[in-house]
């Protein structure tokens, strides 16, 4: 009795065993079956990829030749070249999609919500890749202008895809969306050649006024760098508390924006020394009145 339970289940566990071998030979056969049939379609998508990105490369460079020959700021043709690859280089992917006959419908509907999730996940890097656009097609300035963004001085290092890089005059890398850059109030020393120096000297009430005047006009016209044209202005500027003031506006280059504030500080101060003209500090007069009695 035993000996026939044995072999009943033996012949069992041998059919069980058969069943999955089949099953997985016929998975296999399939598979094989399925590759056999889609392999000319994979080399051909593999060929249309390989041509695709090639033919990507060659427009690209192409593209950046015709904008170097325009004059194109250099920032502007890189960050242009860039979305141009991409986009062909999307196509590119599409077309070899469409050779393994993926159906494009369903494509396009998970790129729309991969790119609605992606633009509501990155809204701030969107919102600087748009200022990007603005920036370099605006082109409010250029690679090596100097400029000032909300308090910021210098140098425009770069313009990226989301940042704009400068570099300030005390050593200092700033990196600020371009976001930021498109909002914010913007002032660009290079847009002309020459820029306007004001400054301010105070003379006390007792020094002669036109003696002061003279001696400042005289040491704005022995100053090289200072501009010729825009003539100079030297003027009493104000009736302050403890001074009067001489407002001074001359013209210079934009390199010498810097240098010539210096040297008209340095030059005055010696010769309101050596003239006996004092620059005044603040001070309260005090007057004290006798009445008739003597008293105070």
């Not at 770069?158 to 940042?163: D, E, H, K, T």
Request: aromatic share 6%; hydrophobic share 45%.
């Amino acid at each position: 009795m035993e000996e026939n339970i044995q072999e009943t289940t033996a012949v069992q566990v041998q059919e069980v065993i058969q069943e999955h071998v089949e099953k997985a030979s016929g998975f296999f056969n399939d598979v094989t079956e399925y590759f056999k049939n889609m392999l000319p379609l994979l080399i051909i998508a593999v060929i249309v990829l390989v041509i695709g990105i090639i033919l990507s490369r060659i427009i690209s460079r192409i593209i950046s030749k015709a904008m170097k020959r325009s004059n194109m700021d250099n920032a502007a043709r890189s960050f242009i070249v860039s979305v141009i690859r991409i986009v062909l280089y999307g196509i590119v992917v599409i077309m070899a999609l469409s050779v393994l006959n993926v159906p494009m419908s369903s494509v396009i509907t998970i790129l729309g919500a991969a790119g609605l999730a992606a633009s509501l996940a990155l809204q701030n890097c969107l919102t600087n890749l748009c200022g990007g656009f603005i920036i370099l097609f605006s082109k409010p300035f250029s690679a090596g202008d100097t400029v000032e963004l909300d308090g910021t001085v210098g140098v425009v290092e770069a313009i990226g895809v989301l940042y704009t890089k400068l570099s300030t005059f005390d050593g200092k890398t700033i990196l600020i969306p371009n976001g930021n850059v498109t909002s914010a109030r913007l002032i660009n020393y290079t847009e002309t050649p020459t820029r306007r120096v004001d400054m301010t000297f105070d003379i006390d009430y007792n020094a002669d006024y036109h003696v002061a005047r003279s001696l400042v006009m005289t040491a704005v016209a022995e100053e090289e760098l200072i501009l010729s044209e825009p003539a100079p202005v030297v003027r009493m500027g104000a009736h302050k508390e403890s001074a009067i003031s001489l407002d001074v506006r001359v013209w210079v280059k934009n390199d010498d924006y810097s240098e010539v504030r210096y040297r008209l500080n340095e030059t005055v101060k010696q010769i309101f020394d050596r003239t006996g003209i004092d620059i005044p500090y603040n001070q309260l007069d005090i007057h004290i009145v006798e009445d008739e009695n003597g008293g105070k």
